[in-house]
């Protein structure tokens, strides 16, 4: 079976995954993240469009903002 690395954990890759897949396997709600695939920067809009590769890796990102 094929399979991809989100955040340094392994999951099974599926046909057609996308982004928005990806974050609802894993869980993450959070609604201010950014995704990396190899490195290349996925735009919030491109989530649901984006088809991933098996063997990727995946970076989520959650961002914090703070004073």
Request: aromatic share 6%; net charge positive; no cysteine.
């Amino acid at each position: 079976m094929k399979k991809i690395t989100v955040n340094n954990n392994i999951i099974n890759w599926e046909e057609n995954m996308t982004i928005t897949r990806i974050l609802k396997i894993m869980n993450y709600t959070f609604r201010m993240l950014v995704v990396k695939v190899d490195g290349k920067l996925i735009k919030k809009n491109e989530y649901e469009s984006t088809i991933v590769s098996p063997d990727v890796d995946v970076k989520v990102i959650h961002l914090i903002s703070g004073g």
